[in-house]
Nanobody, 117 residues
């Protein structure tokens, strides 16, 4: 099974920026989609941004124009550049990877992002 390790979370002031990184150990598996999800206290986990192996991207409407997802297929890594952060972006952010062709999904352990003055 694919193993994912996130890094880059932290505390930032409103309007600031953070970049999350996620490195995948694939053990020979082929990864199709990679993405970032988040879960705030008392809320359901939601999809923030997803990128396909070919580079197609999809964003949560509330982060469009502020967040950018990118991917390095050679390194099996995915990144999330977060700009103009808002307090409502505060959450634990999880990396997700879905294998091809089984679509089996794996999750990272999560990294805390806190936006506060």
């Amino acid at each position: 099974q694919v193993q994912l390790v996130e890094s880059g979370g932290g505390l930032v002031q409103p309007g600031g920026s953070l970049k999350l990184s996620c490195a995948a150990s694939t053990y020979g598996a082929s990864i199709n989609y990679m993405g970032w999800y988040r879960q705030a206290p008392g809320k359901q986990r939601e999809s923030v941004a997803v990128i396909s192996q070919s580079g197609g991207k999809r964003y949560l409407s509330s982060v469009t124009g502020r967040f950018t997802i990118s991917r390095d297929n050679a390194k099996n890594a995915v990144y999330l550049q977060m700009n103009s952060l808002k307090p409502e972006d505060t959450a634990v952010y999880y990396c997700n990877a879905r294998e091809a062709p089984t679509d089996v999904g794996s999750w990272g352990q999560g990294t805390q992002v806190t936006v506060s003055s």
